[in-house]
């Protein structure tokens, strides 16, 4: 299986000096599906790897540097806009990552622009936003009263000429998750990195991954996500202050879970685990030597969770019944 | 209603890579990777930042030291409009 | 996936994978002659995987996937596999592609120098190349014209001619061995498409390159004209034909720059394929 190759040879660099073009050619594809192309590209830098595929790593570098460097004109752009709220824009996610020069920025994709602003200032924010030439992505009113009234989010937003979204978070979670983060302590800790740009604390930022990894979505991109808390842990001077930061925000058991699942992975590979952490394992490594997400049944049951996860029973039979009726069908 | 008029700069030199083309320039701007294709006056108003911030006032002055330059106030009114483009391209920040 | 195939086409390389054996039976016909990718590692994956959960017998119905993929883009019948096939290693190339700047552009070669034909699909620039093919030019590609960052050069880039509808029966006159064209493939969604396997020195020559020397832009359908088209407007509706010009940045302004001010750029509307030809050749001979 590529993506057990792929963690394999992340964790150890010279596991490549075995590989065939078979191997090769399934190990390029897993890393690319998951978003890892230009971190392999990193890893492999010192190592023996032939010519074809060397080309196909350095074009992902290629991408991933242009990618960082759109991501840090959007916060510009972001700040330039927001200017008039007089308070500072948080970055949150790869933006954060490259614009503070941390190691999880390096060789990754970024895609929207993700910031953080109090929960009180959003309506000015969206404002602000929409008279610079940003405008709405969907317009349907049931999925954007849904999203004011539980997202933790702004519905997106894109640029209209450069063509690029923008998330605008209060918190890092939905409202109607289980867990519940500290929005306010976030932002009171929160760290200036430029003029009027913000990253989270060192602890808040493993935590904003934890809480995006393990209390939110199916863990599409998992993979890459605990790549980046790999990182974002290595960062971290004072692990009480961590640990006790966790606690705060409700994500103590996704640290201890997040925590063993990269070291099993990316580390010594002897982490004992959890019944629950295998199907995490499965669920993380489903690429096969062509690219493709196999184990349907435990791919099936996360989509299941992310659902309960973000909302309870009640709400959510309403919201699947309602989205139903206007002929959508979950993918 | 600002007392003191706004100052405009560039960031820094190297920021932007220009070629002539049919009369025209191209801009390239590194940070954001757009391309742009401007007209005279454009260019010059980049070139004249370059050398150093300046409110609209001490562009005007910097543009008359090479170029024809109309009517004061008309040419100071239209120099703000083109300024303000730059400034909505990302071209030129007001420095704050 | 049961079935696969890998080539080298130019500087790129691809491995297919696909359901169904009959796709990969015909690429591996009509691509026989072409090597295979270097050290078995291709540059991009295209997969041709059934449409959903019954498709793969019943109305068997190819969804394309691969490295790169189009959102929305529509399943193809299982008789158009090698349409797919082809049209998943466009995709592959004009998203994914990055050591040469892109330009949707057929392109042929006399004498080292390179004449790219560029316009909308239906221009006739696909025709046009094939026929100048079979007429003493060599043939580099008809879908992606490819230019080196650093020299400017053209790289052929020479996979299998798509030809619709009334081109097929144009090229099948002048191409007199049958075994260079695949299977007719009716109703596809642009019409009736054919391909053509390109001349044999097209294939054994495809790691030359040559200068580009004249940009044409063709279009069929018009009444007869000719005239020089100003850089700035080849420069703009060239960005427009390339879709990795942003992807590479500062590196592809200054060579769309370059190749635009030491170019010539001609528009031609032609309504007979033999003028047109007549009126490149004597084109080219000003040029020499």
């Known amino acids: 299986m590529s993506a057990r190759l792929l963690v394999n040879v992340l964790r150890r660099p010279e596991t490549v000096a075995a590989c065939g073009s078979t191997e090769w050619n399934g190990l390029v594809a897993a890393a690319r599906a998951e978003r890892l192309l230009a971190t392999l590209a990193h890893r492999l830098e010192r190592a023996d790897v032939p010519r074809g595929v060397r080309a196909v790593m350095a074009d992902a570098v290629i991408d991933a540097q242009r990618e960082q460097r759109i991501a840090l004109w959007e916060a510009d752009r972001a700040r330039e806009a927001l200017h008039p709220l ?56 049931y999925d954007s009263a849904y999203y004011r009234r539980w997202m933790h989010e702004l519905p997106p937003l894109i640029h209209r000429e450069r063509d690029r979204m923008i998330d605008v978070h209060h918190t890092i979670l939905p409202l109607t998750a ?37 209390a939110d979505g199916d863990l599409t991109g998992g993979l890459r996500n605990l790549w980046d808390i790999r990182c974002l842990l290595a960062d971290v001077r004072d692990n009480a202050a961590l640990e006790k930061r966790a606690l705060l925000h409700g994500l103590a058991p996704h640290l201890a879970r997040a925590r063993r699942l990269a070291e099993y992975l990316f580390a010594d590979g002897n982490t004992p685990l959890t019944l629950p952490d295998r199907l995490y394992v499965r669920r993380l490594l489903s690429r096969d030597t062509w690219g493709r997400e196999r184990h349907p049944i435990t791919r099936f049951a996360f989509y299941i969770r992310s659902h309960l996860l973000r909302m309870p029973p009640g709400l959510l039979l309403r919201h699947l019944w309602t989205k139903w009726r206007k002929g959508h069908r979950p993918s | ?63 008359s030291e090479g170029h024809e330059i109309g009517d004061d106030e008309d040419a100071l009114e239209g120099l703000e409009t083109h300024l303000a483009t730059l400034v909505s391209l990302g071209l030129v920040r007001i420095a704050r | 996936m049961k079935h696969s195939f890998g080539v080298a086409i130019g500087p790129a390389s691809f491995r297919i994978g696909s359901a169904w054996a009959d796709p990969i039976r015909w690429l591996k016909t009509l691509y026989s002659d072409y090597p295979q990718p270097d050290d078995g590692v291709a540059d991009f994956t295209v997969l041709l995987e059934p449409a959903g959960a019954l498709r793969r017998w019943w109305r068997p119905s190819i969804g394309l996937g691969g490295d790169y993929r189009l959102p929305d883009a529509a399943p193809l019948a299982l008789r158009h596999g090698l349409l797919a096939a082809e049209m998943g290693m466009n995709i592959q ?32 620039k696909s025709t046009l190349a094939a026929q100048l093919g079979e007429r003493g030019w060599r043939f580099m590609g008809d879908e992606f014209a490819l230019i080196d960052l650093e020299s400017g050069s053209a790289w052929p880039f020479p996979r299998l001619v798509s030809l619709k509808n009334a081109a097929i029966r144009a090229l099948r006159a002048e191409v007199t061995d049958p075994e260079r064209f695949g299977p007719t493939l009716r109703e596809t969604p642009k019409g009736d498409i054919a391909h053509l396997v390109p001349p044999r020195q097209a294939v054994s020559r495809m790691r030359d390159s040559a200068t580009p020397a004249l940009l044409l832009f063709p279009r069929f359908g018009f009444p007869d004209d000719l005239r020089p088209v100003p850089e700035g407007e080849v420069f703009i509706r060239l960005t427009q034909a390339s879709t990795n010009y942003v992807a590479l940045g500062e590196a592809a302004f ?4 370059r190749l635009v001010t030491t170019v010539p750029a001609v528009a031609m509307d032609y309504r007979s394929g033999e003028e047109a030809i007549a009126t490149i050749e004597s084109l080219w001979a000003e040029q020499a």
Not at chain 2, 46 to 54: F, H, N, S, T, V
Not at chain 3, 116 to 123: A, I, K, V
Request: include cysteine.
């Open chain 1, 86 to 141: 007089g308070i500072p824009v948080i970055l949150l996610k790869g933006a954060a990552y490259v614009a503070a020069g941390l190691k999880a920025g390096e060789g990754r994709m970024i895609g929207d622009l993700d910031i953080l602003v109090p929960r009180d200032r959003l309506e000015e924010a969206e404002a602000l936003l929409l008279a610079e030439g940003w405008e709405w992505v969907k317009s349907d009113p």
């Open chain 1, 178 to 214: 289980r867990v519940t983060p500290d929005a306010p302590a976030l932002i009171a800790n929160s760290v200036e990195i430029a003029i009027g740009l913000r990253v989270l604390s060192p602890e808040d930022r493993v935590c904003h991954a934890l809480a995006h990894m393990l």
């Open chain 2, 1 to 63: 209603m600002t007392h003191d008029p706004a100052r405009y700069g560039v960031d820094g030199s190297g920021t932007i890579v220009t070629r002539p083309l049919d009369g025209l320039t191209l801009i390239y701007h590194r940070p954001s990777g757009i391309t742009h294709i401007a007209d005279s006056p454009l260019p010059e108003i980049l070139q004249a930042l370059e050398r150093a911030p300046g409110t609209a006032a001490e562009v005007l002055t910097r543009l």
């Open chain 3, 93 to 124: 190339m004009a998203l994914g592609w990055r050591r040469h700047l892109l330009i949707h552009a057929s392109s042929v070669e006399k004498d080292g120098r390179a004449l790219l034909l560029t316009g909308e699909s239906g221009s006739g």
């Open chain 3, 254 to 257: 200054e060579a769309l720059h």
